[in-house]
């Protein structure tokens, strides 16, 4: 799928006329993408993969950390998620799906608890969502990412989070917006819409300059910013750079560490001009 024209967002109306040819059965989708920032139109989206008799999957890793999500407004049939981006743990996540799909798929690992009965001829299996859980799963990590879902009902629900993280997007895009030679990937924030627009972590990159070089300075400083390709090559491609600095702002985050990450971003852009950079 291609990106629209200005090369913000996923170009929905693409998805439409490639569905309408036919051959595709399943569509998988970053709800949010944690490169672009903006926000898929989940539910759109579902129906015209429905029109078209294909699957949805949606990955919801940016997503349910940060706003609240209905699964059943979102439409899809698989809905994915991980734990550590949602103040869990690390090598544990989510998968939510479609009572009906689920129960028509086959198992992918073999192991104890999904099995009905076992043959010399034949086996029967679980239904789910035990069929898809074979062996001993992570218990801990999983105990601990259910700690960490009611931490963040305990400290407001989503709704509070979703505020928190709409203040502080618009502290940092509008002081990004400010600093001379800064390019910001994705749709423009707008904090009052950001929730059907875009999310607050800013993908940028500095003219001139590599992400990588840019986020060693502000690491040096104690700004922690990532800097890469996001696992997201070819969309890297398509906005013609390699790699990107990225600053993903969470409710833990005040808006004096907006401030000090803008000051020393125009401290680091400043050494390398100095440099002749």
């Not at 799928?1 to 170009?11: C, S, V």
């Not at 750079?241 to 409710?251: H, I, L, T, V, W």
């Not at 125009?266 to 001009?273: L, M, S, T, V």
Request: hydrophobic share 45%; with cysteine.
């Amino acid at each position: 799928m291609p990106l629209t024209a200005d090369r913000t967002q996923i170009d929905v109306e693409a998805l439409s006329k490639i569905l309408k040819e036919g051959k595709v059965k399943v569509v998988a989708l970053a709800h949010v993408s944690n490169v672009l920032g903006c926000v898929l139109p989940a539910a759109r989206v579902a129906e015209m993969c429905r029109s078209a008799g294909a699957k949805l999957l949606l990955d919801c890793c940016q997503t349910l950390p940060t706003m609240p999500c209905d699964v059943r407004a979102l439409g899809a049939d698989w809905i994915v998620a991980s734990a550590h981006k949602a103040c869990g743990p690390t090598g544990v996540g989510m998968l939510w799906g479609r009572e009906e799909v689920l129960e028509t798929m086959p198992p992918f690992l073999g192991g104890g608890e999904m099995i009905d009965t076992v043959t010399l001829k034949e086996s029967t299996f679980a239904p789910p969502p035990a069929r898809f859980e074979a062996g001993t799963p992570a218990i801990a990590e999983a105990i601990g990412f259910g700690a960490a879902v009611d931490y963040l009902e305990g400290i407001g629900g989503m709704r509070e989070v979703a505020a928190a993280e709409e203040e502080l997007g618009a502290l940092l895009h509008e002081g990004l917006a400010k600093i001379d030679g800064v390019r910001v990937y994705g749709p423009k924030f707008s904090s009052s819409s950001s929730s059907s627009q875009r999310a607050a972590l800013a993908s940028f990159n500095v003219e001139g300059l590599h992400a990588t070089d840019v986020s060693t300075l502000l690491d040096h400083a104690g700004v922690a910013v990532r800097s890469g390709h996001h696992c997201a090559q070819p969309l890297h491609s398509v906005l013609g750079c390699n790699a990107s600095a990225r600053a993903s702002p969470y409710f833990y985050n005040s808006s004096a560490e907006i401030e000090a990450f803008l000051e020393e971003l125009r401290g680091a852009i400043k050494f390398f001009r100095d440099a002749g950079l």
